[in-house]
């Protein structure tokens, strides 16, 4: 007996074809047949399910069997498997470094930043965190890059371009090693004994001049000068290192950035910057008030001077008359006159608010002949608080509990056409303010961040005063050791070393080929000479040539190098380990009965 099979199966491969899809079925009665075939390519498997309706010529009854596939995610969720999901995220994180990698070097080339949003709001950067901050990703893989960078950014300063390329590097390097069927725990394991080799290597050749204190000051210049030769600053790179070295070296003690204040001002060139040794806040005082207080006490606070008109929200008031209005103005004048009465009580002659201070109180205040600051920034308070040595207070009930600022001079200073409070003699005696003057917004910045850059590396190097030297050379450095240990090392763990000791090589590489030279004629040279021992050699790409960077001052800290290895490492690694992508559904909008 013949059962007839109206299925229609197209297949590649022509045997299953030839079988499953003849339409006659022998030897089959009222038996239930399911049928399941999984159709293998090269590194994807389909399972393609069959539905099968069986029916003999001599029955009229019909068999219908489904083999529907069970719904596990939510309608409208991705996931990508194995190879997929590993290629994706090798292709988001290759892209990233790919992006950002023209921007690396003394050479590198700046980005243009455009919002649609705000097509006013345009920046001119090489920063690698600034440009990746600023782009809309989709691949999650190219986030976690993103992500490093800003960590990097925030942990020493530096370095933000390095870690995102080295990361994408190392992931070429593992692209090549998948595809050879090397496990990915195999290449992990191997990056790892090639991070301690790294380090170790780096260590040694670590120089610390923390006892000597010319010589390191001299460090910190030339490692401001390395730092600032990347960015905008790099024409005024010697000006700009003894600035920011002065800057730093004052609030040695203390360590901390906030007391170092970057004010920017738009007029005449880059070079017409300084360094003030006064801490300058960019308000003016109020109308009829001192200019020049000496011996100032200062109460800073964060608290409404605003409330000498009627706020009643939410809520009708009628009156009968005029007379009724002018008598809940009266009162709430009665209200600010009470509040101001018991500011006055603390004793100050300077009184600076986070808020605004509406005309009313202003007056008071003028009477009383305080000086009063209003709508100085939260951050500006803060910083304020820090350099005088007050606090900032919102009650004002406990004159003798608030602790006031105190300062030699407050007085009102011109730079440019813009006027600004200046304190001198401030209780946070390190505390300074570095005024940058440029042509355009954009200049102004791109110098912002470029001298906060070199001011966040000078003020880790402080506290880890170790120094490696630039210019390729460390990269060359822990790339031979690395190179070393691998030729000794047995197994598939010695692949991904050679691995990772040609993603070190291709920062120099990427470094000369920035400014135009031939590099693998450059990196080639310093190869041979670091093989043969001479650990200084680096490049010059003023002339273009291999040269000892330890008397060209081409110096960096050995904090932000340290950094830029491990974090590109594990970076690379959480990126690696990934063979699954899931994408969850969006969520629906509900449609809102009323």
Request: charged share 25%.
């Amino acid at each position: 007996m013949h059962y007839a099979c109206p299925v229609c199966v197209n297949l590649t491969n022509s045997s299953l074809s030839e079988t499953v899809g003849s339409c006659l079925v022998k030897g089959l009665y009222n038996l239930f047949v399911p049928f399941l075939f999984a159709i293998y390519s090269r590194s994807l498997c389909v399972t393609v399910e069959l539905q099968l309706v069986v029916y003999p010529k001599s029955n009229t009854n019909r068999i219908t069997m489904s083999l529907n596939p069970v719904q596990v995610m939510s309608a409208g969720a991705e996931e990508e498997k194995a190879e997929t999901a590993r290629t994706s995220s090798f292709v988001g994180a290759i892209a990233i470094g790919d992006l950002v990698k023209t921007t690396l070097g003394p050479k590198g080339m700046d980005k243009i930043l455009v919002s649609y949003s705000n097509a006013d709001n345009v920046q001119v950067t090489n920063d690698g965190a600034t440009i990746l901050q600023s782009i809309a990703l989709e691949n999650p893989a190219a986030k976690v890059l993103v992500e490093i960078s800003k960590v990097q950014d925030a942990e020493v300063g530096d370095g933000t371009t390095s870690v995102t390329v080295f990361a994408a590097e190392l992931l070429k390097e593992a692209e090549s090693l998948i595809a050879a069927k090397i496990h990915p725990q195999t290449i992990i394991a191997g990056w790892r004994k090639a991070v301690d080799c790294a380090r170790k290597a780096l260590e040694a050749a670590a120089r610390d001049h923390g006892d000597d204190e010319a010589a390191f000051r001299e460090d910190l210049f030339n490692i401001a000068r390395t730092t600032l030769s990347s960015k905008i600053l790099t024409a005024n790179k010697e000006y700009f290192a003894n600035l920011a070295v002065d800057a730093v070296l004052r609030i040695k003690k203390t360590g901390t950035l906030e007391a170092i204040q970057i004010i920017k001002k738009l007029g005449g060139q880059l070079s017409d910057s300084y360094l003030d040794e006064g801490f300058l806040l960019d308000k003016s005082f109020g109308v009829n008030q001192p200019r020049r207080i000496e011996n100032a006490k200062i109460l800073i606070a964060n608290t409404q001077m605003d409330t000498d008109k009627i706020k009643i929200h939410g809520a009708r008031v009628r009156v009968d008359s005029t007379a009724k209005v002018s008598e809940i103005e009266a009162a709430e004048k009665k209200k600010m006159s009470d509040k101001v009465e018991r500011i006055l009580a603390h004793g100050m002659n300077v009184f600076i608010n986070r808020q605004l201070i509406y005309d009313y109180p202003q007056q008071l205040f003028t009477q009383a002949g305080v000086s009063s600051i209003e709508h100085a920034d939260f951050e500006g308070v803060e910083r304020l608080a820090l350099v005088l040595g007050g606090e900032i207070v919102s009650t004002f009930d406990t004159p003798d509990q608030v602790r006031l600022g105190s300062c030699d001079l407050v007085e009102e200073v011109m730079i440019g056409e813009d006027k600004l409070i200046k304190f001198s003699g401030v209780a946070l005696g390190e505390a300074c303010t570095v005024v940058l003057r440029g042509a355009t917004q954009q200049i102004l910045d791109e110098a912002d961040r470029s001298l906060h850059d070199a001011l966040c590396v000078l003020s880790q190097t402080v506290k880890e005063t170790r120094t490696v030297f630039g210019g390729g050379c460390s990269e060359m450095l822990m790339a031979t050791a690395v190179q070393r240990l691998s030729e000794e090392t047995p197994g598939k763990e010695a692949l991904a070393m050679e691995g990772f000791a040609r993603a070190l090589r291709q920062l120099p590489t990427i470094i000369a080929d920035n400014a135009g030279f031939d590099s693998a004629q450059l990196v080639s040279e310093l190869r041979a000479g670091h093989a043969a021992g001479n650990i200084n050699l680096g490049l010059d790409m003023e002339l273009g040539k291999v040269a000892d960077v330890a008397e060209l001052g081409i110096t960096e800290s050995f904090q932000v190098k340290s950094q830029v290895v491990v974090s590109a490492c594990e970076a690379a690694e959480m990126i690696l380990r990934v063979d699954d992508i899931l994408k969850s559904a969006p969520r629906q909008r509900t449609p809102d009965h009323h």
